[in-house]
């Protein structure tokens, strides 16, 4: 079966702390994309960041870092010192074929 | 950037009813997607399609059909509304590409009473 794992329902944090948002992905195939998208309380999902199975090299866009590892099948999402914009439902999502299927979402609270 | 609109934020419907939800995007996209999305159960497809006139059934196209007469509208068609289709729907495109990502419109709320 292919599919994501997004076992964190809801995490909440204090401003200011890191947070890591986990995400477990199953494949048969050995070319594979995954993706992670925000969505904020305005229902939008935002695209953050795009992933290859043969680039393994992890990623940091400002306060974002992502941790991919093929060993574990794991695509982590980190975010240092958390603010409360980043107050959001975020997705891990896996390419399958023509479809991209998705994880449940991590519902992520940002407290002042 | 992208732009996907989708007609309505907000719809609601009563049973049985047959409901059109539409979706248009400006960026030319070749493929475009209908999602809902429920808590507990994430986003879950329901139909794409990778060109005009052409459709493919998702993971839960049950009670679904949709229409793509041209390149930038996608339209979803519940042809008789149930209690069980209350959800968000979410209209998506990207292009061609095979890594490109989904562009996402804001979202229709619909409640069938």
């Known amino acids: 079966a292919q599919k994501v794992t997004q076992a964190q329902t809801e995490i909440s944090v204090v401003e200011k702390e890191d947070v890591t948002l986990d995400c477990v992905y199953e494949?048969?195939?050995?070319?594979?994309?995954l993706f992670w998208y925000k969505q904020p309380p305005s229902g939008e999902l935002v695209f953050l960041i795009r992933?290859?199975?043969?680039?393994?090299q992890n990623e940091i866009s400002g306060r974002y870092s992502w941790n991919f590892q093929k060993s574990t099948s794991s695509f982590n999402f980190t975010i240092t010192a958390s603010q409360v914009v980043d107050s959001a439902v975020y997705f891990c999502?896996?390419?399958?074929?023509?479809?991209?299927?998705f994880g449940k979402g991590t519902r992520l609270h940002i407290l002042p | 950037d992208v732009k996907v609109t989708q007609s309505s934020r907000y719809l609601v419907k009563r049973t049985g009813e047959k409901v059109f939800l539409e979706c248009v995007q400006d960026?030319?996209?070749?493929?475009m997607f209908w999602y809902r999305q429920d808590p507990g159960l994430g986003l879950r497809l329901i139909y794409f399609?990778?060109?005009?006139?052409?459709?493919e059934k998702g993971d839960i196209p049950e009670g679904y059909s949709v229409s793509r007469e041209k390149k930038e509208r996608f339209s979803l068609i519940l042809e008789s509304a149930s209690t069980n289709q209350t959800s968000m729907y979410l209209c998506?495109?990207?292009?061609?590409?095979?890594?490109?990502?989904?562009?996402f419109g804001n979202g229709t709320r619909l409640t069938v009473t």
């Open positions: 998506a495109s990207r292009t061609g590409v095979w890594n490109s990502p989904l562009h």
């Open positions: 999502a896996l390419r399958r074929d023509d479809k991209i299927i």
């Open positions: 399609s990778y060109d005009v006139k052409m459709k």
């Open positions: 992933r290859n199975s043969f680039d393994e």
């Open positions: 494949t048969r195939d050995t070319t594979y994309y």
């Open positions: 960026m030319d996209h070749e493929n």
